[in-house]
């Protein structure tokens, strides 16, 4: 019948098996297939081509084939019969690679590939030029070509540049900003703009600056905008991201560009109003009218509306558990909120345990890890250590693996570490996951001694280190790390067991090995800083065994080169000996010196070093040292000493030092200090040597 394709039946598998033979023995000696011409049919004269070609699946199934009559044995396998079906339609070969050539679009013999792109070239043009401002934007392009090359243009050249692109750009600024390539312009006009020209590019853009903070690559601009601007610009910026808070954190591109203004530029006033977003749509819709700065704290807002605890709170926690779970955890913004969150939950409360589990959710720890470095997040962290229980606690500190040395450099980073020294329990579990990142695994290494040597001498990597040997010692920690601190140990009085100053034994004595091998072998590096001088007298107070090779390696360099003598002249070298000459630390309250146990007896290991120097000792930079010897207690060869300041020629020699002129001390009359005042009158010389003097007279 006409229109009906006929299919053979085979009505044994013999007969399909020998048919499929012969075919495939016939594909492999068939010639290549001809390039298909478009056909005609009987009842269309335009040609087939591929989307006139529909496949159905149940035409060949794999089982049927065509018959002898579709398929001769002269036909090339896969080709396209000459002869029309009876429908009119064209008979189409089932080998997968013909079918594959069958759908090749035929190749363009209207000309070359060169040809047809240089068309598509032309095309493209065109239509560029075809848009608004297509001029403007195409030469400013090329000024900003010239400008951009910072070195190679001089500086009257840039002026021109300058002067002929703000012509183009004025009063059409929104026309660029919102283009990719446009908008690298406005940013090179910018950074070479002076003041007014500034602000002109910033009251153009006022109203757009969502949008641009929106964009993909306007919201660079936005940063640029205010590196370079004034107060007034930004205040115009800021303003208008109020009441789109919530809607900009969680854009892609937005929520960068606000949390870096928010960071970085907004005035505190400005950050507590953007904050003040995350507690609700109320506080997006109606901001403070009353004069005076916006307090951010979430603790008085509660105080005075009690009533709204309830939404605030679940507003709040929405809105971090949406970032959190978007891995978007990096935001300033984002830390302070968390922070503000957990200080209004009551401790030990279902709200408090659930907020830890938030905090240890991400399995990445990618969370913890940000929270870290910034001073919200670093407290909100210590606050987590210090009211969790055992299993939290190790859990946040397996978060941090690989990580600790990252951790004591940072100016935020530190505060962790020493939350873990003062709430942790487990100290073994303490000095194996802490101390091998601090110090290193092999403490005889070069490499490592190295970096320990640089982290000694670094304001806060030497922190962590130190911490353990002199407690909350003000000479080591800022006002902020004192103050934290002392909110952790009122709270570790309800949460921790051990006893604190067991606690601090036990990891002393787990940290002072690798910290006396480092001052053993390498006294003389640490000697040459301030903050190494503190570091060794921290360390030798603090320590309880093992102490002499690190003792014995301080008072070889007063035998050593000149040079390394030197060193020793320093303010902060003669205060560190004399430290450990009196073998303790002075306490204001008693006004006296309170000695370590066990006595460090680096008295009598100085003396026999400087023995025969020591009236130079008593006259020089470092006369203290020698009456630090006279006051320590347990000092053998006291009385020796005081034998030999008293000999003659020796007092002479200290009458001389305390009566010379000392440096830096003015007699002139009427000379005016800081204020106008009158500076009050200096007595001259060697105070250590007059003390010395009083001493010896006394007796």
Known sequence: MAGVKRKATFDTKSQAASTQKKLKNDAKTAKPPTPVQPLETETDSEPIMESDTTFQSGDYDGAS????????????????????????????????????????KPTSTNGSSKEAHAKQKLEKQERKAAKPNADSIARSKKLWERLRRKSHVPKDERRVLLAELFEIITGRVKDFVFKHDSVRVIQTALKYANVDQRKMIAKELKGEYRALAESRYAKFLIGKMLVHGNEETRDLV???????????????????????????????????????EWYG?????????????????????????????????????????????????????????????????????????????LLKGDEEGDLLKNLAFTKSGARLVCLALTYGNAKDR??????????????????????VLLAVYDVIDDTVLVSKSV???????????????????????????????????????????????????????????????????????????????????????????????????????????????????ALNAIAALTTGEEEVKNLLNQPSAGRMLKTLVQGGRFNPGTKAVDPVDPLLGF????????????????????SFVIVGLLEAP???????????????ECKQRLAVAADSSGKGHSEEKGRKGRGGKPEKKTSAGNKGTQLLLQKLDST
Not at 243 to 257: D, F, L, N, T
Not at 634 to 648: A, N
Request: glycine share 6%; proline share 4%; charged share 25%.
């Open 238 to 276: 800021v303003p208008e991201f109020y009441g789109q808070v919530r809607r900009m954190m969680k854009h892609p591109e937005a929520s960068w560009i606000l949390d870096d203004i928010y960071r970085g530029i907004a005035t505190p006033s400005q950050k507590a109003t953007l904050l003040r």
């Open 603 to 622: 008295h009598n290991i100085l003396y026999k070093a400087i023995k025969d120097d020591v009236i130079d000792w008593a006259t020089g930079s470092n």
């Open 65 to 104: 084939w065509p018959s002898g009559e579709e398929v001769g044995e002269g036909d090339e396998l896969g080709g396209i019969s000459e002869e029309d079906n009876e429908d009119g339609g064209v008979k189409i070969a089932t080998n997968a690679a013909d079918t594959t050539q069958c759908m090749t």
């Open 281 to 357: 749509a109320e506080y997006a819709l109606f901001r403070p009218t009353a004069r005076g700065p916006v307090s951010t704290d979430l603790k008085e807002l509660l105080i005075e509306t009690p009533e709204k605890r309830t939404p605030i709170m679940r507003s709040l926690l929405d809105l971090i558990n949406l970032l959190v779970q978007k891995k978007t955890t990096g935001f300033t913004m984002l830390h302070d909120a968390m922070l503000q969150y957990f200080l209004n939950v009551q401790s030990g409360s279902e709200e408090m345990t659930e907020f830890i589990e």
């Open 634 to 648: 347990g000092f053998e060869k006291v009385d020796e000493l005081k034998k030999t300041l008293s000999k003659k």
């Open 435 to 549: 101390f091998p990142e601090l110090v290193g695994k092999d403490t005889k290494s070069e490499s490592q001694q190295q970096d320990l040597l640089a982290a000694a001498i670094h304001l806060n990597a030497r922190i962590p280190l130190l911490y353990p040997f002199c407690g909350d010692a003000k000479a080591i920690l800022s006002t902020e790390d004192l103050k934290l601190l002392d909110e952790i140990h009122r709270i570790r009085t309800t949460t921790s067991r051990k006893d604190p100053e067991q606690r601090r034994k036990e990891l002393v004595a787990s940290l002072s090995p690798a910290l006396l091998s480092l001052i053993a072998s390498h006294a003389k590096e640490l000697v040459v800083t301030s903050f190494g001088c503190q570091f060794i007298t921290g360390v030798l107070l603090g320590a309880v065994d093992g102490r002499e090779p």
């Open 394 to 415: 190790k859990h946040i500190l397996r978060t941090y693996k690989e990580t600790m040395q990252t951790l004591a450099y940072d100016a935020y980073g530190h505060q």
